[in-house]
């Protein structure tokens, strides 16, 4: 039988999560390669100054950093701590050098985007941080919460700046598109608006979604061009991929789903869960699965038994107890509370007509229900098997 996945409207999408941050890995490794290719700094990614004594050793060595982060961060090896270093690191430069420069440039130009470039970037790398399926925590939770709003920021800002330079934006427009001021104008809005999706947690996920088709087809459409029209221009080749790694932080974003918008760990508990009873156990109703989905409780909804699962002791008791696990060997139950078989006619019965108030719509009923010894709705005790 196929997974059940009517169910699951809300899935994340670990190829597309896999995706993103390979993209955004793909971008730190290019930096440190032009680190070490230049002997100098990729001032939008560390904005470090011209004075600085040793600046091309220096160079050298963040060449190396950010090539062994981003390969750590694609490979996944310990990718929550270097990721959360490296935006770290990003985030304490551009708060040293970038910020104050853009302060200073009255003009709202190359200072801003180039500390709006920073920001993000480092905002990026915690988000990326948080992307993994550990429980995070409140550290981990409020930089990815801030990186998002770097993000948002920037967008915001460079739509802006759309219509601060529109006569230098239009140049950016491709020859063969009619109607360049036009699209520069448009495209200066649609930037603006993602700025403000991404701070509304209601439309984080949608946001993410059309700005990253967005921002991939400029990496197609203007970025890519211009770097292999003027491959001596690294400023090109460097703009190229500041937007893969923008395009991958959005990915992963999206990819999250509904618990990285919400930033509740809460949320992120029914979505692990959801996945599972989706992908493990076909044979649950579709009501079923969309109230534990839904639950504000989701780890004390359980569903019934598998009865082929239970047939063999092995297969039952190879697997060990997780927060979303929904079918643990008898041993972990009492008599009281070990839940009907899937195949009984009490099972089926409350899989047909669960019990639920008028107007229910939160789950509470039916997963419990499943499992004599709980209390049902009505806030009466289910009785035990036999009694029904």
Not at 21 to 33: E, H, K, T
Not at 103 to 117: C, E, I, P, Q, V
Not at 225 to 243: C, I, V, Y
Not at 246 to 270: F, H, Y
């Amino acid at each position: 039988m196929a997974p059940n996945t009517c169910c699951d409207p809300v899935i994340s999408s670990p190829s597309f999560l896999r995706l993103g941050r390979s993209c955004f890995a793909a971008g730190i490794v290019f930096f440190g390669l032009q680190h070490l290719f230049y002997g100098e700094f990729v001032t939008r990614l560390l904005p470090w100054p011209n004075t600085m004594p040793a600046r091309e050793a220096i160079a050298w060595i963040a060449g190396a950093l950010l090539m062994l982060a981003g390969a750590a961060i694609a490979a996944g090896l310990r990718r929550e701590t270097v990721a959360f270093a490296l935006g770290g690191v990003l985030f304490a430069s551009a708060l040293v050098f970038a910020i104050p420069a853009a302060l200073r440039d009255a003009s709202f130009g190359t200072a801003w985007t180039n500390a709006g470039k920073a920001c993000t970037l480092a905002g990026g790398a915690w988000i990326v941080a948080a992307s993994g399926d550990g429980r995070r925590t409140a550290t981990l939770r409020f930089a990815a919460g801030l990186g998002r709003f770097a993000l948002a920021w920037f967008l915001a800002q460079s739509g802006l700046q759309h219509f601060r330079w529109a006569e230098f934006v239009q140049y950016l427009v491709p020859a063969w598109v009619p109607g360049a001021m036009f699209w520069t104008y448009l495209t200066g809005v649609a930037l603006v608006a993602a700025g403000v999706g991404l701070l509304i947690p209601r439309f984080v996920r949608i946001t993410a979604a059309v700005t990253a088709g967005t921002i991939g087809a400029w990496v197609l459409l203007v970025h890519l061009p211009r770097a292999l029209g003027e491959p001596g221009d690294r400023n090109e080749a460097t703009a190229l991929f500041e937007a893969i790694a923008i395009t991958g932080v959005l990915l992963v974003i999206w990819a999250q789903g509904r618990e990285q918008g919400s930033e509740n760990p809460e949320v992120r508990e029914r979505s692990h869960l959801r996945n599972g009873v989706s992908a493990q156990r076909p044979n649950v109703p579709a009501w079923l699965c969309w109230r534990m989905a839904n639950s504000s409780d989701s780890k004390n909804v359980s569903v019934p038994r598998d009865a082929q699962t239970d047939a063999d002791p092995a297969a039952r008791n190879e697997r060990t107890p997780t927060p979303g696990w929904d079918n643990p060997p008898d041993e972990y139950y009492t008599d009281k509370e070990k839940p009907l078989p899937a195949d009984s006619a009490a099972g089926e019965k409350l899989h047909r007509d669960p019990p639920h108030a008028k107007g229910e719509t939160s789950a509470g009923g039916g997963g419990d229900a499943a499992r004599p010894g709980k209390e049902g709705v009505f806030g009466k005790p289910i009785p035990p098997r036999g009694q029904m």
